[in-house]
């Protein structure tokens, strides 16, 4: 069983930038992983996905602002966020699965989350 520990959440000002890190307890190489984030009240939602081939899906409200990338030699997924925007305010969860789920919330293998809050 995959377990995901995410890291690099924070508060920040509109407009700033962070980088999010998922490390994985196993080797990764194959496996299809995503970003997920989920604000107060509302549903969780997919925000960034990337296959084994490293072919990358980002949801409109992102696309341009946030970068999916893996190091498979290091098992970590990272989620680089430039131009955040209060809205962007929510716990972001990595996910992982051995089949393409894309942005779809029905990945097998969970991290606990990471806060990430921008103040305008």
């Known amino acids: 069983q995959v377990q995901l520990v995410e890291s690099g959440g924070g508060s920040v000002q509109s407009g700033g930038s962070l980088r999010l890190s998922c490390i994985a307890s196993e080797y990764t190489y194959g496996y299809y992983m995503a970003w997920f984030r989920q604000a107060p009240g509302k549903e969780r939602e997919g925000v960034a996905a990337i296959d084994s081939t490293g072919s990358t899906t980002y949801a409109h409200s992102v696309k341009g602002r946030f970068t999916i990338s893996k190091d498979s030699a290091k098992n970590t997924l990272y989620l680089h966020m430039n131009s955040l925007k209060p809205e962007d305010t929510a716990m972001y969860y990595c996910?992982?699965?051995?089949?393409?789920?894309?942005?779809?919330?029905?990945?097998?293998?969970w991290g606990q989350g990471t806060q990430v809050t921008v103040s305008s």
């Open positions: 996910a992982a699965d051995t089949r393409n789920w894309m942005l779809l919330d029905i990945y097998t293998y």
